[in-house]
């Protein structure tokens, strides 16, 4: 299509020297004095080619092709409403720091663009790419950009804790087309104290010596957000009547989930962040009275009656019935949901039942046929569990199914005696199997 060039628009922009990226990199500290400028509390600069980027390079660049440097960016957040019990007020300043993040972020970036740097600002939270649910969802990982950027390092609650605002913070991210003169390096300790404060306040015992238990976090604290909200709404479907509606879910459940649709996701816990005693600004109270710290901060928590969420059968239940008697159990359907095989293997050490592994030491392959082929070993030993691609030594038992079959039957039902009566599965023997298959079946989606 012909274009008059004397047309205003392009008439007016000939007029004008162009706005011309930076022939060099940008100062470190002229990018530092610019992102504190917008809001951020601390940041840091991650060139695209470190190597702590290697597992997530790919989809950086598939999201933004010319992104050559990430900047981390921390946000600190009120410590008391964190504390507080009231997960509404917990949750305000959630959302509010979030939005402050998102807001930081989207100025840095226009501020970038007026000094001829094409940047973009991922959300630090929601929204999301949900049309690859419940794939990878996420644009950036927040996290371990800002491990390199040395904004802290992971506590053993599975957060970022910052040398001076410990786990109060928010993070986000910005992947722009410059580099940065002088890079940021990870911080050579971990602020974590190691103190377990986070593994006797969280009330499903996701956090435990044998590792982070992320199908138990996910469906109490997460239960308002993807994998939650979609069993809430199989719930409505399956509901045969008003009156069976109510018996499945309770009007104080449906309020809850309305009003996380009303005003941002609710998360049901979070009590390893409120606990939480590391950093240089917030670790004094429990210096000077470590007693008074677990009284007026971690005992409220723990006391707390409130409606615990999990799946039938599994730790996060047996850890509720004995730690926390005082606190309802509510069973859910299934809320991480498998689409694939490899998301099947790749959810394996996610939906991992340490406690129903007990006794279980013993090497599985799996050899998945069909349109969706894969093969991996699985090892679970002492509670623990390793799983690698290929299939490595000798099995104590095998599984062989049409992967596609699988994920049907999975997606079906999860009755492990008609899982194994089905003919695509074939395990031997069969104790080992029944006991394979209950460490991971309690998260599997119906």
């Known amino acids: 299509m012909a274009v008059s060039s004397e047309h205003p628009t392009i008439a007016s922009v000939r007029a004008k020297p162009p706005a011309l990226p930076p022939s060099s990199p940008i100062p470190r500290d002229d990018l530092r004095a610019l992102c504190q400028s917008a809001g951020a509390d601390d ?212 309020a809850s989930m309305w009003q996380s649709l009303a005003y941002g996701p609710n998360y049901k816990a979070a009590y390893c962040l409120s606990v939480c005693p590391a950093g240089e600004d917030v670790i004094r109270p429990f210096l000077d009275d470590k007693p008074g710290f677990v009284r007026d901060i971690v005992k409220p928590l723990q006391s707390k009656r409130e409606t615990i969420y999990v799946q039938q059968g599994s730790d996060a239940e047996a850890h509720v019935a004995k730690r926390f008697p005082h606190k309802a159990i509510a069973h859910t359907g299934g809320v991480l949901r498998i689409s694939t095989i490899q998301g099947l293997i790749d959810g394996m050490p996610h939906v991992f039942q340490p406690g129903q592994s007990e006794g279980l030491n013993a090497t599985f392959h799996f050899r998945f046929t069909g349109a969706q082929s894969a093969n991996c070993t699985v090892t679970i030993r002492d509670r623990r569990i390793e799983v690698r691609p290929g299939l490595v030594g000798t099995p104590d038992a095998t599984v062989r199914a049409v992967g596609t079959e699988w994920l049907k039957y999975l997606r079906r039902d999860r009755s492990l005696l008609r899982m194994l009566a089905t003919r695509t599965l074939r395990l031997s023997p069969l104790p080992r199997a029944a006991q394979l298959l209950t460490a991971f079946g309690k998260c599997f989606p119906r």
């Open 43 to 254: 940041c840091g600069f991650v060139a695209i080619d470190r190597p702590e980027l290697d597992d997530q390079r790919d989809d950086i660049l598939r999201f933004f092709p010319r992104t050559r440097t990430l900047i981390s960016l921390a946000f600190r957040m009120n410590r008391e409403p964190v504390l507080n019990p009231a997960r509404s007020v917990a949750n305000l300043e959630f959302h509010q720091t979030t939005d402050h993040a998102n807001a930081a972020a989207r100025l840095i970036v226009a501020n970038l663009a007026l000094r001829g740097v094409r940047a973009v600002n991922p959300s630090a939270g929601f929204p999301m790419e949900m049309a690859q649910f419940p794939g990878k969802v996420w644009v950036v990982s927040h996290k371990p950009v800002a491990v390199a950027a040395g904004l802290g390092q992971m506590g053993i609650h599975r957060n970022v804790i910052h040398p001076r605002f410990g786990s109060f913070i928010v993070l986000g991210t910005i992947l722009l087309d410059a580099d940065v003169a002088e890079q940021s390096r990870p911080i050579d300790y971990n602020p974590c104290l190691g103190c377990n404060l986070c593994v006797a306040a969280c009330p499903v015992g996701a956090i435990s010596e044998h590792g982070f238990n992320f199908a138990s976090c996910y469906t109490h604290n997460y239960r308002e957000f993807m994998g939650g909200f979609t069993d809430w709404v199989e719930q409505i479907a399956d509901s045969r009547s008003a009156a069976d509606h109510r018996a499945r879910i309770s009007d104080a459940d449906n």
